[in-house]
């Protein structure tokens, strides 16, 4: 079936490190991809998406490339800061419609 | 627009009582879905609706649970009878139609929900 993995959190940082978070997918056809993230107190709010291979979805300084042919989607940035501080989930759609589907998520902390 | 409003924010009630949980999705959006969050098990969608009519309910756990959309506008989501296990964080999340691909999901702040 479709699946989404994550690595598991939580991750801790300093502020001005570089951040990877790895997220692999196993779906028939050709899924869309997302990360979200949630922060205290929230609910998920899309960060970026890409809809087919070798596209790039950036946001915010978050970066994160569809591979097909590793079946990943790794979420990165440069440089972190304090109020990156959430809960990231990556999740991907496929083409029966309407459903995402979720990795358990990371927690990033980010210290000062 | 105010974008998905969840009522309660917060909600605790005794084992065994009934629970309704409110969503207002956003207007215009043709689909809203009903997530349950949990430390064990993650982010997991219950059921989804389009146009008001329940697409798929395969993620609702059991006869306990029910959720009903009677119009664009407002959907509920109801434990009877409630149990322990049920305590988690519910989010409602709506999108727009005409072509699922690439659109997004928006997600209302939640509902905490502590059955004692």
């Known amino acids: 079936g479709n699946s989404v993995t994550q690595m598991e959190g939580p991750v801790t940082l300093s502020e001005e490190a570089f951040l990877t978070i790895n997220c692999t997918y196993t779906?028939?056809?050709?899924?869309?991809l997302f990360w979200y993230v949630q922060y205290p107190g929230e609910g998920l709010q899309l960060l970026l998406k890409?809809?087919?291979?070798?596209d790039k979805g950036s946001n915010k300084g978050f970066e994160a490339t569809y591979r097909k042919e590793t079946t990943s989607f790794h979420l990165e940035k440069g440089s972190v800061q304090v109020s990156d501080s959430a809960v990231y989930f990556c999740a991907l759609e496929y083409n029966q419609g309407g459903k995402l589907i979720f990795g358990q998520g990371t927690e990033l902390s980010v210290k000062p | 627009d105010a974008g998905v409003i969840q009522s309660p924010r917060h909600e605790v009630t005794e084992m065994g009582q009934e629970v309704t949980l409110r969503c207002k999705p956003i207007?215009?959006?043709?689909?809203l879905f009903w997530y349950r969050q949990t430390m064990m098990r993650g982010l997991e969608l219950l059921i989804y609706?389009?146009?008001?009519?329940?697409?798929?309910d395969s993620g609702m756990p059991e006869d306990r649970f029910s959720a009903k959309m009677p119009n664009a506008s407002f959907s509920t989501l109801k434990i009877q009878p409630s149990e322990p296990r049920d305590s988690a964080v519910y989010f409602c999340?709506?999108?727009?139609?005409?072509?699922?691909?690439?659109?997004?999901?928006?997600f209302g702040q939640g509902t905490r929900l502590t059955v004692v």
């Open positions: 609706f389009n146009n008001n009519v329940p697409i798929d």
């Open positions: 890409a809809t087919k291979a070798d």
């Open positions: 999340a709506s999108r727009p139609g005409g072509g699922l691909m690439n659109t997004e999901a928006f």
């Open positions: 207007s215009g959006h043709d689909y």
């Open positions: 779906a028939t056809g050709y899924p869309s």
